[in-house]
């Protein structure tokens, strides 16, 4: 039986990678900041299948926390085969709005956590010839959004990097893009979502499965819904400015992900 280390794994994105992940018959490592939240919903996914699931209580804003789970992904004895860096929020507010302090522990729950700890399970996954990364960025990271979108840049463009050096490895690494998800992202953000069209929600539990297949054909890259792809092709063919003005606008008052 193969064992996955979720990070976020308490709500939206995390949580519904759990439900998939355990239904599949996988030992999970949940990787969050509220024990007593992963305590409750490690012995719910035991309990309706049957699975063993370890909690790790750790912030990924912190070096502590980056390192405790550096070290589980280390562990050789009891191996992680999959790990899916899903940890992440957004600021409100244009640049300069917001607190440097508050941008810089975006950066690294965003980008230092997801390179150490990507770089911890490579080197694991390396050894045995098998293994598989999600980390999971945005479709704001093609399109102008400030540290947000950066941040999601640098995850896609690290990943699909990482993903070209270790193609003959056996070890698997994807960026996930997914839009607008409903989930806590937002509420946590404090950002009002009360004009985004429904048309534009994603359902987290088939945004995931899309998600795992991607994976498993080997692709580096899933934006995991035609509508999200249409877009995408329509923000590679409009001008930066016009974009830019646009994304301003929009972006920091609502902020995909």
């Given amino acids: 039986m193969t064992t996955a280390l979720i990070t976020g794994a308490t709500s939206g994105i995390g949580a519904a990678f759990a439900r998939r992940l355990a239904t599949d018959g996988h030992n999970l490592v949940l990787v969050a900041r509220d024990t007593k939240r992963l305590r409750e919903q490690a012995t719910e996914l035991h ?4 699975i063993e699931v370890e909690v790790l209580t750790a912030d ?5 926390g980056i390192e405790a789970v550096e070290q589980r992904l280390g562990n050789r004895r009891d191996p ?3 790990l899916v860096n ?6 409100k507010g244009r640049y300069l709005e917001v607190p440097i302090a508050d941008e810089l522990t975006m950066l690294k729950v965003h980008c230092e956590a997801v390179l150490r700890l990507t ?6 996954m390396r050894e045995r010839g098998r293994g598989g990364i999600v980390n999971v960025a945005s479709v704001a990271a093609f399109v102008p959004r400030g540290t947000y979108g950066a941040s999601k840049a640098w995850i896609v463009q690290f990943t699909q990097g990482a993903a070209r050096d270790l193609a003959a490895s056996g ?3 994807m960026a996930l893009c997914p839009g607008f998800v409903r989930t806590e992202f937002h509420e946590r953000a404090g950002m009002g979502t009360d004009n985004i069209p429904k048309w534009m929600w994603l359902d987290a539990d088939k945004l995931v499965a899309t998600a795992l297949t991607d994976l498993a054909r080997g692709k580096s890259l ?3 819904d035609p509508r999200y792809k249409a877009m995408m092709g329509v923000v590679k063919v409009t001008p930066r400015a016009l974009l830019g003005g646009v994304t301003s606008r929009t972006g920091r008052k609502y902020g995909p992900r």
Avoid: I
Wanted: charged fraction near 25%; proline fraction near 3%.
């Fill in 47 to 50: 309990d309706r299948h049957g």
């Fill in 60 to 64: 990924l804003a912190t070096d502590d």
């Fill in 80 to 82: 992680v085969d999959l």
């Fill in 86 to 91: 899903n940890a992440g929020f957004a600021n």
């Fill in 119 to 124: 770089s911890a399970a490579t080197e694991a």
């Fill in 171 to 173: 070890v698997r690494l």
């Fill in 222 to 224: 899933s934006v995991p």
